[in-house]
């Protein structure tokens, strides 16, 4: 390649270097060919005096002339690299050593000297205006490289929309601009946007008109960006410039932020007055950083919307908080079979009467599986349970509609359940338990003695046909019934960590229980499965308490054997 000269002097770029001469009478040894060598050359005498130039290097030094200092003619870097050289002047003959670099009008030159024994040194100049550009560039390219790998992970560092916005604009205000405007898809009537200069961060809701900015409501719908030069600075309104930002607005780059499906909204980049306006490359820059921080954005977004409808849906499928009715304690513990999820197959339910006098109907559920699909069915049993509630009374009759229920939908799963309809009168609480396929219910008594309740029935979902009798149990004062899932009972652990938890400790652990209220029965059975089962792999458990309120007053005999009660 060549390089124009307003003398019209042509500078070669051959990267090899000039041979080297050495020894007494160096002009003398290589005559006169040098002054037609394709390199701009200098004779220069150890005194830093111009020798002689040939014909190019006259070119590249027009003031460059016999007895001339070099200090008149040649950039300082080249003079410098001369008084250098000039040091071992007196030393043996040597081939090029000491060479220099620097720039010299528009061209970047390298300097290689040649040097004799009589103190005259030939530079000789070689034009790598070239290769300094490309290696200019591939600095950029690198630099930008590292700044776009560094800000993707610290956009994806947060699904947090808000502080995606925040990182946005913090990064395009330190690297792309004076100041940053990001903003956002309107919410209702209103815009959010995030602002930064001078590395301050401020998030705006605020009303303002997109048509206002040349290119941005078009940037807001996903089309692509006008040129900068089409934006008038001057014009810009309040809200697009930051407070703070000082100084008149020099130059302005609106871009798009890309999102999933939808644009995430749009980055406005200002720089002042006395900076150099945006060119064509950085504007390309600023559209590249934006899809990264659009796509961020657009993933912060979709999680949180998710977020909250996961949130929503969790509210209906968790098991409620339980409290007393009607005087009649009822307290439940609940523990997925995973510690990464918060629901599953195992549910209970309290629906109160609607009086004194009306019954309170309790249940506790198992689906088939575990995880989400099996609180999906849950969900399902919960919301038909609750439609069927004015069939409380007749339990049969509401196991046959529910199973019928289930049957018509497009679940394959089946579940078992439990149904306790507690009614109290005068100082008794009589509960009407129903089995369906599920573990029986245990009733403990004030003298610690654990009952088994003689109910019995088919499970739902599976078969056309349900079958189950009703248990009739009368509640003394202080007196539980457990409701309780196979988690319990099948729950592995102990020493080897295979042995199954069983109906033998579940009782024993009960029948230290007696009289206790009912949140501590469901507390104190939960502790001992979850020890039991320390950190191994478990089904969903539910435990449901149902005790009856106190009346008298329990008084302890010792610390070993169950109290009394006394009026």
């Given at each position: ?7 019209g002097?042509t ?11 050495a ?71 040597a ?35 070239d ?22 992970s ?48 401020e ?79 950085e ?31 969790m509210?209906?499928?968790l ?6 009715v009607?005087?009649v ?67 049969l ?26 009614l ?25 003695t654990?009952e088994e ?35 319990v ?16 400790r ?7 229980c ?54």
């Amino acid at each position: 390649m060549t390089a124009p000269h307003s003398t019209g002097l042509t500078i070669m770029t051959r990267v090899e270097r000039p041979p080297a001469h050495a020894g007494q009478g160096l002009l003398s040894s290589v005559g006169a060919s040098w002054m037609r060598a394709p390199y701009p050359a200098l004779v220069v005498d150890a005194h830093g005096g111009v020798v002689e130039v040939n014909a190019r290097a006259a070119g590249l030094f027009p003031r460059a002339a016999a007895g001339v200092p070099l200090a008149d003619v040649a950039p300082d870097w080249l003079v410098q690299a001369h008084g250098r050289a000039s040091e071992g002047a007196g030393e043996p003959a040597a081939g090029p050593g000491g060479s220099a670099r620097g720039r010299h009008a528009q061209w970047s030159l390298e300097a290689h000297p040649t040097r004799g024994v009589d103190g005259q040194i030939v530079w000789w100049l070689v034009d790598d205006t070239d290769r300094a550009l490309a290696e200019a560039a591939l600095k950029s390219e690198q630099e930008r490289t590292a700044f776009l790998a560094d800000a993707s992970s610290r956009l994806l560092a947060s699904l947090n929309s808000q502080r995606c916005m925040e990182v946005a604009v913090e990064l395009a205000a330190e690297f792309l601009a004076d100041a940053a405007v990001l903003v956002a898809p309107a919410s209702g009537r209103r815009h959010p946007l995030a602002t930064c200069v001078d590395g301050e961060v401020e998030h705006l809701l605020a009303r303002i008109d997109p048509s206002a900015v040349p290119g941005l409501a078009e940037a807001l719908q996903g089309f692509p960006p006008v040129p900068s030069r089409w934006i008038d600075p001057a014009s810009l309104p309040d809200w697009a410039v930051p407070g703070g930002f000082g100084g008149p607005v020099g130059s302005v780059v609106v871009t798009p932020l890309p999102g999933h499906g939808v644009p995430a909204g749009a980055l406005i980049l200002l720089r002042r007055s006395d900076h150099a306006a945006f060119d064509t490359s950085e504007e390309v820059f600023a559209r590249v950083f934006a899809a990264r921080a659009g796509a961020a954005l657009s993933a912060a977004r979709l999680y949180m919307e998710q977020s909250g409808i996961t949130a929503t849906l969790m509210a209906e499928l968790l098991p409620p908080m339980l409290q007393r009715v009607h005087g009649v304690e009822f307290a439940g513990a609940y523990r997925a079979s995973q510690d990464s999820e918060r629901v599953g197959g195992d549910f209970y339910d309290v629906h109160p009467g609607t009086g004194p006098g009306e019954k309170t109907l309790a249940v506790l559920g198992d689906v088939c599986g575990k995880g989400l699909e099996a609180a999906v069915l849950t969900g399902k049993i919960r919301s038909t349970l609750q439609a069927l509630l004015p069939l409380a009374g007749d339990h049969l009759q509401l196991l046959r509609m529910l199973n019928g229920a289930l049957l018509n939908s497009r679940h394959t799963r089946f579940a078992t359940l439990v149904l306790a309809s507690v009614l109290r009168r005068e100082g008794t609480t009589r509960l009407s338990l129903t089995s369906a396929g599920h573990p029986l219910p245990l009733i403990v008594r004030h003298d610690g003695t654990v009952e088994e309740a003689a109910t019995s029935g088919t499970l739902i979902g599976a078969l056309p046909d349900v079958r189950a009798t009703s248990a009739e149990v009368d509640l003394r004062p202080g007196e539980s019934c457990l409701l309780f899932t196979d988690g319990v009972t099948e729950a592995r652990g102990g020493p080897l960590g295979d042995v199954m938890f069983g109906d033998r400790r579940l009782r024993a652990a009960l029948a230290e229980c007696a009289g206790m209220p009912a949140e501590a029965v469901v507390e104190r059975v939960h502790m001992l499965v979850a020890e039991w089962i320390g950190d191994n792999r478990h089904d969903d458990i539910a435990v449901m308490a149902i005790t009856a309120p106190r009346t008298t007053h329990l008084t302890a005999v010792d610390g070993h054997t169950p109290g009394r009660y006394t009026t």
